[in-house]
C-alpha cells in the first residue's frame, strides 16, 4: 500500500491542476490513497495571494473534494484534508476552523517566521538579511510550538527551512530534539515529502540527520510528494519507500477522520 498525503491544486494560486487531474495521477501511478490537502484559507484571509479564500473553501474545495471521493470509490481512496499553517496568533481560529469539517488529516506547516514567508522565492533575500542559526533556531521553535498547539496530525516538510540551500553554522542537535519529543508526545506522524529534491537543495525533507532523531522517538512516518503540479504525484516514491524502510520500519501512518493507523509499505 502506498498514499501520496501531500497535493495541492490551482485554488492556492501558486499550484496548477484540477484537484482531478492529481487524482486520476495517482490512479495512474498505482497509489491506493490520495489525499487532497492543499493550503488552508488563513483568518482575515491572510497572504491571500498564496491561498484559497475562505469563500473558496466553502463554495468550490470542500464539495469538489467530497464529491470526487465519491466519484472515485473502488478506484481510489480521496481524502479529505489541508495544509494549514502554524502562526501563532491563530491558533484559536485554525481550531475553530477545523472543527467544523470532517477533515481526515491536517498536515501542520511552519512557512512563516513572523511576516516573512521564508520558503517564498520572492523572499530568498532576506535569508542574508539575518542570523543563519537565529533563523535555524526560531524555525525549530516553531516547528515545537506546532506540534504543542495539538492542531495537527501531520508534521509537513519538517526541514523547510534549507529549502534555498543555507545552512546552520552551529549544531541544531539540541533543538531539534526538543522539537521532536514534542511532536512524539503530539503522536503525529511526520512525512517524508519529496518536494526538496525539486529545490535548490535537491534533498528530501526531512534530512537523514533528523530521521535518524525521528527513529529514536519511534516517531511515525507517511508520505507526501507535495505536488503543486499534478505531473509530480507520487514522485520520487522510490527513495522515500527506502527511507520509510529504514527509519519508520515499513510502515506508514494513514488517516480518516484524523484517526491515526499504520500499515504496510509497499
Ligand atoms: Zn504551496
Ligand atoms: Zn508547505
Known amino acids: 500500500m502506498v498514499v501520496d498525503y501531500h497535493t495541492h491544486n490551482f485554488l492556492c494560486k501558486h499550484a496548477d491542476g484540477e484537484i482531478e487531474e492529481y487524482i486520476l495521477r495517482a490512479i495512474d501511478r498505482g497509489l491506493n490513497e490520495i489525499g487532497c490537502s492543499d493550503h488552508s484559507p488563513m483568518p482575515n484571509n491572510f497572504d491571500a495571494q498564496h491561498r ?6 466553502y463554495s468550490f474545495y470542500k464539495p469538489a473534494v467530497l464529491e470526487l471521493r465519491q466519484k472515485y470509490k ?41 511576516e516573512w514567508g521564508f520558503d517564498n522565492p520572492i523572499f530568498v533575500h532576506k535569508y542574508e538579511e539575518r542570523d543563519i542559526d537565529e533563523t535555524y533556531e526560531l524555525y525549530y521553535d516553531h516547528i515545537r510550538r506546532s506540534a504543542q498547539s495539538r492542531l495537527f496530525d501531520i508534521l509537513g ?36 515529502n519529496t518536494a526538496g529534491l525539486r529545490k535548490p537543495v535537491k534533498e528530501i525533507y526531512p534530512s537523514e540527520q533528523i530521521l535518524q532523531i525521528i527513529r529514536e ?45 499504520e500499515i504496510r509499505i509497499s
Not at 52 to 57: I, K, L, R, S, V
Not at 157 to 173: I, N, S, Y
Not at 228 to 237: E, I, L, N, W
Open 52 to 57: 484559497m479564500t475562505e469563500e473558496q473553501f
Open 74 to 114: 473502488g478506484r481510489i481512496s480521496v481524502k479529505f484534508a489541508l495544509e494549514g499553517d502554524f502562526f501563532p496568533g491563530t491558533e484559536e481560529w485554525v481550531k475553530n476552523f477545523n472543527a467544523q469539517h470532517s477533515f481526515d488529516y491536517v498536515i501542520g506547516s511552519v512557512h512563516y517566521l513572523g
Open 157 to 192: 516538510h519538517c526541514d523547510l527551512v534549507k529549502k534555498f540551500g543555507h545552512r546552520p553554522t552551529r549544531t541544531m542537535e539540541e533543538v531539534l530534539h526538543e522539537s521532536f519529543k514534542a511532536v512524539k508526545a503530539a503522536d503525529m506522524a511526520v512525512e517524508i
Open 217 to 261: 522517538y519511534n516517531i511515525p512516518l507517511t508520505l507526501g510528494s507535495d505536488a503543486h503540479t499534478p505531473g509530480d504525484v507520487g514522485r520520487d516514491f522510490d527513495l522515500a519507500r527506502q527511507l520509510v524502510e529504514k527509519y519508520g520500519s515499513g510502515k506508514i501512518s494513514v488517516f480518516t477522520n484524523r484517526e491515526r493507523s
